[in-house]
């Protein structure tokens, strides 16, 4: 897939990219007061929402093409370029007709590919850029097969965002974030941008500041945070939104750190280390190798005795012995589990192979 650099989209946006703007635009006068909040921040791109995607219907769907118009105040206020959600055809052709920079789909519009493609068809031949939102659940094809979509009509111009993925279970976080998901995708694109929207994933303000700084550390490329000059008063998104004022403060003590490619002489003092974790790594994969030649053993005498390949009690443990002998060396339960369930499962599927295995000799 061929992906301009940000920087290369002709808007004058740079590295560490940072989006602003309320969820909703609501009114012209709501516009120009976040604008002139804004005047002096890093802002490099305004956002806002004219059409809404709600998951219930009566709640504030957005001022829908008036509200294109309004953005006129922000380019004025701030000199920088717009960025509009759209949904679908119609939306496309009236945000161009607008003159909006940038255009975003929204992670209810990414999850269904019949709506990616009518608006990729309705983009074929235009030279804008696109950010396409995670979808709703944790589907890396789906959010890269968006991504394809429009590059097959000619958009390169593409960055994705994450905005965290839709998880019942999950209190903390209104959409929980899942980092691997967004540096795979990176893997997967080279040279593709992805920004973190710090404001879904969270859904409360308190933690946007520290959801803020991990995309940073994870090494995404930006982030877009939902601003608004009366949070607590907005028509949509109100707990998640933060004031200007509060914008300046959270990016001014945000981290950045240089990759390491931006200082060669570290290298060889990292490289040190790096052998020793190539050595353990070895270590690590012989005796698991190990352990997976006893297991086949083991495998070998059930299906001589006929015994089930999965026994709970010893399963149950191991898992807690282990567990407990990871915690007293610093591990976290969670990776613990982790580590164990995949090493079991390994292990179980090595043990039905080789009852399978043993049953189609015996047919033959
Ligand atoms: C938004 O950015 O306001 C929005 C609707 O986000 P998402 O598509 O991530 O839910
Ligand atoms: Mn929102």
Redesign the pocket.
């Known amino acids: 897939m061929e992906v301009t650099d940000i920087e290369d989209w002709g808007l004058g946006l740079e590295k560490n990219l940072l989006i602003a703007g309320p969820?909703?635009a609501e009114s012209p006068e709501q516009i120009e007061e976040i604008a002139k909040g804004l005047r002096g921040s890093p802002t490099q791109l305004f956002?806002a929402?004219v059409w809404?995607?709600r998951t219930r219907p009566g709640s504030f769907e957005g001022k829908g093409t008036e509200a294109l118009g309004w953005m006129e105040i922000a380019r004025e206020q701030l000199g920088i370029p717009i960025t509009v959600?759209v949904a679908n055809a119609d939306h496309v052709e009236q945000a161009l007709k607008a003159g909006i920079e940038v255009l975003?789909?929204?992670?209810?519009?990414?999850v269904n590919p019949f709506s990616v493609q009518e608006i990729s068809e309705a983009l074929r031949g235009v030279d804008i850029p696109v950010m396409v939102?995670?979808p709703?659940n944790p589907d890396l094809q789906l959010w890269i097969g968006a991504l394809e979509r429009l590059e097959k009509v000619g958009i390169h111009k593409l960055a994705a965002?994450h905005?965290?993925f839709s998880d019942p279970y999950e209190k903390r976080y209104r959409?929980k974030p899942e980092w691997s998901l967004p540096i795979h995708l990176k893997r997967m694109i080279p040279g593709i941008s992805v920004i973190c929207?710090p404001?879904?994933i969270c859904g409360t303000r308190e933690i946007v500041a520290s959801v803020s700084q991990r995309a940073i550390n994870f090494g995404l490329d930006g982030l877009?945070i939902?601003t608004h000059h009366e949070p607590d008063n907005a028509l949509?998104?109100s707990k998640q939104q933060i004031t200007p004022e509060t914008l300046k403060i959270i990016y001014e003590n945000l981290a950045f750190r240089d990759t390491i490619d931006e200082h060669p002489e570290v290298i060889s003092e990292l490289d040190k280390f790096r052998h020793k974790i190539d050595l353990l790594d070895s270590q690590l994969l012989e005796l698991l190798a190990e352990r997976f030649d006893v297991i086949q053993h083991i495998g070998e005498y059930k299906r001589e005795h006929n015994l089930a390949v999965y026994q709970p009690d010893r399963w149950q443990s191991v898992m807690e012995s282990r567990i407990k002998a990871g915690v007293n060396k610093n591990l976290t339960e969670k990776f613990m589990k982790n580590l164990l369930f995949a090493i079991h499962e390994e292990s179980v599927k090595k043990q039905e192979a080789q009852l399978k295995e043993a049953a189609t000799v015996q047919k033959s």
């Open positions: 969820c909703s956002r929402g809404k995607p959600e975003w789909i929204g992670a209810r519009t990414t939102k995670n709703i965002i905005r965290g959409n929207d404001s879904h877009m939902e949509s998104d």
